[in-house]
């Protein structure tokens, strides 16, 4: 089966790379932020989307509590209101980039499958909101099943969109090194 073109696809070609480079510079330095100062400390905040369990995440809670970092913890929830956009639109343009430069590259089945990782990039956006909506359960209210069961799943299904359509950038560079058959 083969999926329509992207809608970034319809971007003027002389606007994406702007675009791009709009998105993937706060993506790219919220995640940098998180590595070098581990503002929630040992229990960051992927071990919380990906708890499983009311008794896991009765754990993590208590430990930030205790730590007095339960406010960084909400504030960074609250930024991912918009960075589920951010990096999802960064991930799926740079496929889009890829797309178009395997088909210049004169390779139809590449630029097919970036295209398609596109989309799967796009879809990590929707799967973090359902993540997001069992840790807001557990987070502002009281953990209850299966909201960390639910984080658990979308937080998986959103972590291998993401690799996937990084893998699909990834092969940008490839792609624009090759030249189109004669």
Known sequence: MQLPPHPFTTWPRRHR????IALSVPSALFILYAMLFQPLGD?????????????RVNEILATWRA???????????????????????????????AS??????????????????A?????????????????????????????????LVAGSLKFVAILAGLAGVLTWPVARRIRAPA
């Open 17 to 20: 790379a702007a675009w791009l």
């Open 43 to 55: 229990e960051d905040i992927v071990a919380f989307e990906l708890a499983g369990s009311v008794g």
């Open 100 to 117: 178009a430069a395997w088909r210049r590259a004169g390779n139809a089945r590449m630029a097919q499958a970036t295209n398609t990782l």
């Open 119 to 151: 989309w799967i990039a796009t879809s990590a956006i929707v799967f973090d909101y359902v993540e997001n909506l069992g840790l807001a359960v557990s987070l502002w209210g009281d953990p209850a099943a299966p909201w960390p069961q639910v984080s």
């Open 67 to 97: 730590d007095d970092v339960i406010g960084v913890a909400k504030a960074i929830q609250l930024a991912d209101i918009v960075y589920p956009f951010v990096y999802g639109f960064a991930i799926a343009g740079g496929c889009v980039g």
